[in-house]
């Protein structure tokens, strides 16, 4: 197995959450209320599951590989990659913090969940782009097929260990019940 395929498979969870992400904001922009809990069910998946977990493959075990095998990281689509990821938690920090001001009742915090959710999403749509189309690419190319299938036993160990065992499950899950209410 190719390290790219389980990445590239958690980038669909990913892109199926921004959807729902953005169904949220359509409902936000037109004035509607959207269930606190959705907000908070969706900022745990970009903390656990993006950040802490497939993010985490990426910085503690496939982008050490790639220095291993002579990518450099600056100048190249790996430290673009890092400066996305740091944008990203800073985009999230800043939607939970909103979140929270939306929950205690101050409704004008919508506007902030939109701007930083939007930008969020922008940031990582393009990212996963970039990844599917170049960075995984390159992996798949200059990766030996022991280096990938070491990779992949240090996903799994990530995924275990940081996460803990079910819980990628559980936010499937998740996707799919938030789906069900809000891409109908």
């Known amino acids: 197995m190719k390290a790219s395929e389980p990445l590239k498979a958690e980038h669909g ?3 199926q959450i921004l959807r729902i992400l953005d169904a949220i904001c359509k409902r936000l922009e037109s004035g509607a ?5 959705h907000l908070e069910q969706i900022v745990e998946f ?13 910085e503690d075990i496939l982008f050490p590989a790639f220095k ?3 990518v450099a990281r600056e100048g190249d689509p790996i430290g673009v990659l890092l400066a996305d990821h740091e944008m990203g938690r800073s985009y999230v920090s800043q939607l939970r913090g909103a979140i929270g001001r939306y929950e205690s009742g101050r409704r004008e915090a919508a506007t902030e969940i939109v701007r930083n959710a939007r930008s969020y999403m922008t940031l990582l749509i393009d990212h996963i ?4 189309n170049v960075l995984y690419v390159l992996a798949d190319a ?13 996903f799994e160990t990530i995924e ?3 996460i803990g065992a079910g819980r990628h499950e559980e936010f499937h899950v998740m996707i799919m019940q938030l789906s069900q209410f809000y891409l109908k």
């Open 13 to 15: 969870g990913i892109k």
């Open 129 to 132: 782009e970039r990844e599917n």
């Open 160 to 162: 275990r260990e940081r």
């Open 33 to 37: 209320d959207v269930n606190p809990d």
């Open 46 to 58: 970009l903390t656990v599951f993006v950040d802490k977990c497939h993010h985490a493959k990426e």
């Open 142 to 154: 200059r990766l030996s097929e022991e280096k990938q299938n070491e990779l992949v036993e240090g």
């Open 68 to 70: 291993e095998a002579g």
